[in-house]
């Protein structure tokens, strides 16, 4: 398993200005709420799961196997 940045540098520079202007929560998302702090809930359990391949909700991470 292994996680890197997406490969699109104008994706990552995207969703980390987006990150910046939220304070270190999920651009993608309206809310501020705890589990939408990046690395998000949602892809943390994503990582867990030993079958997921794929990005994150936002497109900055993608976990391979």
Do not use: S, T, W
């Amino acid at each position: 398993m292994y996680i890197r940045l997406n490969e699109n540098e104008k994706v990552v520079a995207a969703i980390k200005e987006g990150l910046k202007k939220k304070n270190g929560f999920c651009p993608c998302r309206r809310e501020e709420k705890p589990e939408y702090f990046c690395m998000c809930e949602e892809f943390r359990k994503q990582i867990e799961d030993p079958n997921f391949e794929g990005y994150c909700h936002c497109m900055l991470y993608y976990k391979g196997k």
